[in-house]
């Protein structure tokens, strides 16, 4: 679905990210790990056309994504954002009503048929109680819900995810991730979700990409990336692995230095 071909991006002179190929499959739940500064975030950019490389390209469907229009990605491609502020107290329905503007023309006002996925997505995401709302006044939990919805609404084929469990407590944290794996198992969405919680990266996803200073560092399932020899590596610190009692998943414990 997704091809990154030898992708390079720079702010200034310095290059974030350098020759970084991989590809993402339909239906993947594919991770991205690395250290503050490793290039995530720009990467996420990239993905949505929000930046272009400087050097190689991108693929969407075996389309240039240079070549495709932004109401015609922001129609395939949604982003849920780390920090999404709102200039004004919308209310959780009018929030998400803004995933159909791709949809409209300009001076078009939302149709019963945009109104319906609206509410489907809040259905979806169990906000529907919240519709008439404002946003600023739910939790972290709960605004997290409705940019999902709001991604949702947009009828995507793949959601960028961009730090998503941030800020929020241990309830929350897998209330969402549950419904991010269920928008993957059930609804066959692609997720791409770029985090610093390696743990949540490993139990979650199918492949992870880790990243070192704007490289691949190593790309494959959790049972391969995640080991002790390429966190110490790319970390810089020495870490504790083993598998989680339940899943199996590889599991990182932190060390302190010098021992107890």
Not at 29 to 44: A, W, Y
Not at 140 to 148: L, S, T
Not at 176 to 203: K, P, Q, W, Y
Request: glycine letters at 6%; one cysteine or more; a negative charge.
């Amino acid at each position: 679905m997704i091809e990154a071909h030898s992708i390079s991006f720079r702010y200034h002179e310095a290059w974030v990210l350098q020759e970084v190929s991989f590809r993402v499959e339909k239906g993947e739940f594919v991770g991205v790990i690395g250290p503050n500064g490793s290039g995530k975030t720009t990467l996420l950019k990239l993905l949505y056309g929000l930046l272009a490389p400087q050097r190689g390209e991108i693929l969407f469907e075996l389309v240039p994504m240079k070549k495709m229009d932004r109401r015609d990605i922001a129609k395939r491609i949604a982003v849920v954002a780390q920090e999404t502020q709102l200039l004004f107290p919308f209310s959780v329905l009018e929030t998400v009503l803004m995933g159909r503007s791709p949809y409209l023309g300009r001076l078009l006002f939302e149709s019963e048929k945009d109104l319906e996925i609206a509410r489907k997505a809040m259905e979806w995401t169990k906000i529907l109680p919240f519709s008439e709302r404002p946003v600023e006044e739910l939790s972290g939990g709960e605004r997290k819900r409705v940019f999902i919805a709001r991604a949702l609404a947009q009828e995507p084929e793949v959601i960028l995810l961009d730090e998503p469990t941030a800020n929020l407590d241990i309830e929350h944290q897998i209330d969402f991730l549950d419904l991010i794996l269920t928008l993957n198992r059930e609804r066959g969405l692609t997720i791409v979700m770029a985090s610093h919680d390696m743990n949540i990266a490993s139990e979650f996803c199918d492949r992870l990409i880790l990243l070192q200073e704007g490289r691949i560092y190593q790309m494959g399932t959790p049972e391969e990336v995640v080991t002790k020899e390429n966190i110490e590596s790319v970390y810089g610190c020495e870490v504790w692995i083993d598998q989680h009692p339940v899943s199996g998943m590889p599991r990182i414990s932190l060390l302190r230095k010098g021992g107890r």
